[in-house]
């Protein structure tokens, strides 16, 4: 498996303040991606972070909003921009190995807005 | 749209019997199914996963069964533990990105 570390693992954040959610895998993976899980609910994709390249999100989802950075195979940051209370989430990074099918996920960053 | 769900929202088990977790899926086209468990906590944990060219898969204690005809997809675990208590999410698998079910919680009683 690979070891996914995710800092912060929480934070309490004021509104229209932003958080940046950093991601680090311990070997090089070919996909990185992003998901939200809001309370009591499932996960839902972000978005793909692309190394070197803008990251590819899913509807409903923007770059204004989730701005992401991947500027190598290891790495990746999740920004959530001008808090509302209505980010308060679990926000998870998951990786894909090279080579590999799986998908592992980090322990997620539990975002609580006030 | 198409989506990927589960039946019930929760699942009571005594500690030692088998449980059976089920998942309805709509989108036909569908070939790559994965199962995880959620803890308290943290992030989703790969359990199995099954492809469209197979009906069961087998794993240690666990055991997919994948039903194309009626699109429904279940997970038994055997011999139900009390580290099993968690939330179980099926997801389908398309080009790496996963569209997950709502999660069914697990609970074992003593």
């Known amino acids: 498996s690979a070891v996914i570390s995710q800092k912060p693992s929480r934070d309490i954040c004021q509104r229209g303040t932003s958080l940046t959610i950093q991601c680090q895998v311990d070997s090089q993976v070919t996909m990185m991606f992003w998901y939200r899980q809001q309370p009591g609910q499932s996960l839902t994709l972000i978005a793909t972070a692309n190394q070197g390249s803008e990251a590819t999100y899913e509807s409903g989802f923007v770059i204004d909003k989730f701005p992401i950075s991947r500027p190598n195979l290891t790495f990746s940051t999740l920004t959530v921009s001008n808090m509302s209370p209505e980010d308060s989430s679990i926000y998870l990074c998951?990786?894909?190995?090279?080579?590999?099918?799986?998908?592992?996920f980090g322990q997620g960053t539990r975002l609580t807005v006030v | 749209g198409e989506s990927v769900g589960l039946h019930l929202p929760t699942l009571s088990v005594q500690e030692g019997d088998n449980s059976i977790i089920n998942c309805a899926y709509s989108?036909?086209?569908?070939?790559?199914f994965i199962w995880y468990k959620q803890e308290s906590g943290k992030g989703p944990q790969f359990i199995i996963d099954i492809r469209s060219n197979m009906d069961k898969r087998q794993g240690q204690r666990v055991t997919v069964l994948l039903n194309k005809t009626v699109k429904h997809l279940s997970l038994q675990i055997a011999a139900t533990q009390p580290g099993d208590s968690a939330v179980y999410f099926c997801?389908?698998?398309?080009?790496?990105?996963?569209?997950f079910g709502a999660g069914t919680t697990v609970t074992v009683r003593a």
């Open positions: 989108n036909s086209a569908s070939d790559y």
């Open positions: 997801a389908e698998n398309n080009d790496y990105k996963l569209s």
């Open positions: 998951s990786v894909v190995r090279q080579g590999g099918t799986e998908a592992f």
